[in-house]
């Protein structure tokens, strides 16, 4: 390496990509006495990691200090340094395009670096989330390409990240107690991929091939997804009904057996819940499979947004308002809790719908400074009683627990509460809940 040779105790381990899935696993391996390579093109952040300075919210700045000072952890953009790792995990994004169709050019990408560089006996592992097959009909024959035969000379296996960014903080699962699949081409490949894993985990869970596992993935987060959706069209019966959702949803949840609670929202976001569906729906169709129960769920999730628009438009028309040329306060822009995430955020869509049609949008998020709806930036604003008053609507669209929500149910002349924070308060505000 051109800047330190970075140096630890047990396996010499490399991965491509250093974002919310691999900066999270690059940690963990080094704290566990591992060599660390973390592969990335973004100059940026291999700059930022070299320095020991985190970009994931997950990750305190001091831990990544620590393994880089140890010289466990070095981020590089040199392909030649994955030569020397025993093992090289790809951790990069696996996006949709505008047409819902599995944009793979960042694994195509990362397999054809790997080739280039790939040593006899070296193990490979795919984690990014992707449809089943992948590893087989794409990732394998790219590796292939340097001459050496997967299985035989080389191992390869898929093991699917389960990263919850913020869960640290809130359920206490992290990368330790988190089961981990893993699926190889061989048993031999699974042998292999189990024991590196059990190093940084504590349940390796082996399945048969890598298409379970990849399947396995996409399961998880349809199941999360077609849930929302039930519980976000029940949300709008509801309110058809005169029904509080909500109170609903708690009596349910008595039930001790064969129910699992699910809460309402203005949609999906992330990288993982509102893509995922759409990579089994694409895979599905080359067997003239028409996932309609899967498509159903990702059309109402998607619908959510405009829904809550229909509603902030309803609660201003009550106090005799139109939407166009109110002034809009939204709180919260992350796309879950206690983040600075927002990709895919459904939040965003509802700014977005809420400047099409003429409203005077501002936002507040702790976590957030920034964001761009419509090419324009909008900055967070202070969250003070003086900003509240002024709205003639608050939305709360992520509750984020440093949010002050009783400044805003003691100073908001109308506050649409999509996350039930304020509903849990008493306040002589008006209130419009989801």
């Known amino acids: 390496m051109k800047q330190r040779e970075a140096r630890g105790n047990g396996e010499r381990i490399a991965i491509l990509g250093l974002g919310y899935v691999g900066l999270p696993l690059a940690l963990a391996f080094a704290e566990a006495g591992h060599t660390v390579i973390g592969y990335e093109i973004s100059q940026e952040r291999v700059a930022l990691v070299n ?53 793979m050019r960042w694994v195509e990408h990362a397999a054809k670096v790997i080739a280039g560089e790939l040593q006899p006996g070296q193990l490979i ?55 981990k699949i893993v699926g190889g081409l061989t048993t031999a490949c699974t042998d292999r991929a189990v024991a ?24 998880e987060n349809i199941f999360r997804n077609v849930n929302i959706a ?34 309402p929202g203005p949609g999906v976001g992330g990288h993982c819940i509102p893509v995922d569906p759409f990579y089994l729906t694409w895979k599905a169709r080359e067997y003239g499979v028409h996932t309609r ?15 809550v628009v229909s509603r902030i438009t309803d609660a201003l028309n009550v106090q005799q308002k139109s939407l166009n040329g109110s002034s809009i306060l939204a709180i919260g822009v992350a796309y879950k809790p206690n983040i600075s995430d927002i990709r895919e955020s459904p939040a965003l869509r509802v700014l977005e719908e809420l400047i099409q049609v003429g409203a005077a949008v501002r936002f507040h998020d702790p976590h957030v400074a920034q964001v761009s709806i419509a090419n ?18 608050v939305v709360i669209l992520t509750d984020h627990d440093a949010i002050d929500y009783g400044l805003i149910s003691d100073n908001a002349e109308l506050v649409v509460d999509t996350r039930r924070r304020i509903a849990r308060r008493q306040t002589e505000a008006v209130v419009r809940v989801l």
């Not at 604003?381 to 003086?386: D, F, H, N, R, S």
Request: charge should be negative; include cysteine.
């Open 376 to 393: 324009e930036a909008l900055y967070s604003v202070p969250l003070t009683a003086a900003e509240i008053a002024d709205a003639d609507c």
């Open 51 to 103: 320095a020991g300075y985190s970009y994931i919210d997950d990750i305190a700045s001091e831990r990544l200090a620590a393994v880089v000072e140890q010289r466990c952890l070095l981020a590089t953009s040199e392909p030649a340094d994955l030569r020397s790792a025993s093992a090289v995990i790809i951790c990069v994004p696996t996006p949709l395009t505008k047409q819902r169709i599995p944009d």
């Open 125 to 179: 592992v795919l984690e990014s989330t992707t449809y089943p097959g992948t590893t087989n009909e794409l990732l394998v024959p790219i590796l292939e390409t340097s001459g050496l035969t997967a299985g035989t000379d080389f191992s390869v296996a898929f093991s699917p990240e389960r990263v919850d960014p913020g869960a640290t903080s809130s359920s206490g699962f992290n990368i330790r107690n988190t089961p």
């Open 196 to 219: 590196l894993y059990g190093s940084v985990v504590d349940q390796v869970v082996p399945v048969n091939s890598p298409h379970i596992a990849e399947m396995a993935k996409l399961f």
């Open 293 to 307: 129960f899967i498509e159903l769920a990702g059309e109402i999730n998607d619908s959510m947004p405009s829904y």
């Open 230 to 263: 039930l519980v976000n069209e029940l949300t709008m019966l509801c309110h058809k009904m005169d029904l509080n959702v909500w109170e609903v949803l708690d009596a349910a949840g008595t039930k001790p057996f064969g129910f699992m609670k699910f809460s």
